[in-house]
């Protein structure tokens, strides 16, 4: 007889608080506070592999079978109903809040978990679990749920067959499976920590902890209860939780640790030691016994609230966890208690039923519609929209027709250089300058032996390394450059591509004695919010994404930055100086309907080419001083040089055309 252990819900107390609160991310003296809260979803694991595998063993000792449709349906009682009122919850808010390609996103999360497959969706989508955009994903939290339901798929068969075939080896069969889990997660971990993390394969060992003690206890009773052990179990558990961070190798080695210690306490704990009575004290209890709730509806709230607030402070996260708790009750005694236990079967299936119809023809019709893109008409005309679309589109494009003999002018960078490059062609004299227009996006730059490398991280960025590779180590061209403009993220902090200015020297050495110029950076958003999602949530225009700008600061020192090449001589063009000298109500934020940026940090082509002719316009004197104006036209001289070239000259004579 399966006896109820009050100090299991009290681990699971500890395993879903120190989850909240790692994704609350409350910090204090700029420190955040428990950053190894991660690690209570391995306790979960580890208590889910006992206690399932005690039922079944139990069972099968008891009968010689498994009832699989009794077992998977009571693994259906337990999960789908709070999980269905998760999902329809957040619908409205989904639709409301995100933007087409969130809500894309969103659907698709959705799908994957009604699938229980959301963990190998999350994989395949680059989703960096702990980064500050996951934190935005509603569903991302889900991927443990589908983890443990992929084990309990196979599991309970492969159980009974070698519980019964292999009775005298059911032991080895189980620690060797284990082990070899445990050494593809070590393995694995070090060249695809998120595929180690995410994986079935790489938790399994996590849960067959679980069911070696499970197994233990049904063939030989528990054991008695040891106060020093299940301490030690306890500390290792929560020592966890404080000291490991989101540099820790993870799942891993050290994994090892927390998983111990969940199970000296499953096995070592009694309700009259010390750690029986706290676990099984009735505020860790209740809280165990809501943990579900609690960790299906967290996530949610969290990514909706920081979604609509810019300032997610400590106030709010508390808020966030109180509404959580709220929630989480109700959803416990109104939903997931009642249906768990319900008599009314047909009932409880026909609603299940119908919230899979339901829930699945949301999902279709948002992936159908491509995520409903006319939500932003409002705030984003059509044809402006469709305007960018066509700028953006033609940067591929801007190298073709290279002519030889012409001085050349080289535009660079990472994500940044496509729309700089199409709107600085605009002010750029191309009868006398030939243009190259390079990214760097996800290229593995590297010099050697006097030739640039650039291999792409992935195919999908073959379209931009190929040619980058191609032209950057074409002498001809670099013999007769005589700029090289720089246009990347955050030029002299951003960590990633940090050879951008080892390749500006390889580049100048190769010149013809090339100016090099450095563009700074407009204003941009912090990373966890883009201006569309900002315009769609306020009905509001541009103007809201500029005044709720985290960056640049004004007279940021840049000499100090980590990257600034101080054996560079190069150019610093600040363009928010230049245009606006910080003062944001006289810097524009739209041009033509299209908002400067539409998402936290790339100016759109459309504006930039405004904000380049309005500097160039402006600011000449500045600009003739620092040597732009050598490559760049001012629009008004140019619309001149054009109406010019367009008129017939003085005393000219025209013949007939044949």
Known sequence: MKVYRLEIDGLRAISVIAVILYHAEFT???HTLLRGGYIGVDVFFVISGFLISQILLTEIEATGRIDFLKFYARRARRILPALFAVIFATIPFAYYLLLPSELLDYANSIGSTLLFGSNIYFYFTAAQYGEPNTLLKPFLHTWSLSVEEQFYIGFPLLLLITRRYLKSRFLPCVLLVASLSFVLCVVTVRYDQQQAFYSPLTRTWELLAGTLLAYHQVRRGRTRPRPLLAAAGLVLVVGSLILFRKDTVHPGVLTVIPVIGTCLVLAFAGHQDAVGRLLASRPAVLTGLVSYSLYLWHYPIFAFWRLTNLNFDNVDKFLAIAATALVAAVSFVVIEKPLRHTRRS?????????????ITAAVLSAI????????????????????????????????????????????????????WSIALKNYIDTDRYQVVALSYLNCMVEIKNDIVRAPSRASIYDKYCIPFEKFINDKSLLSRTKAIFLTSFRPFEYTVNPFRFELLSWMKSHSDNARIFVFGNYFQLDQSHWCLGLMLQRKSDASICLREATYPPANQPLAQLPFYPSDLAFTYVDIVKLHCDYDKEKCLTSSRGVPFITDWNHMTAEFLISLIGDILEKRTADLRSDGLLDFLVPPRARQAERTASSQPNDGSTSSPSP
């Open 346 to 358: 047909r009932a409880l299936w026909t609603t299940l039923s119908s919230s899979v119809v339901t």
């Open 28 to 30: 204090v003296a700029g």
């Open 368 to 419: 159908y519609m491509d995520g409903f893109p006319y939500r932003l008409n409002e705030v984003y005309p059509p044809l402006a929209q469709a305007s960018e679309a066509r700028l953006e589109s033609t940067f591929l494009s801007l190298n073709n027709n290279i002519q030889a003999g012409k001085p050349v002018i080289f535009i660079i960078g990472d994500s940044h250089a496509r729309n």
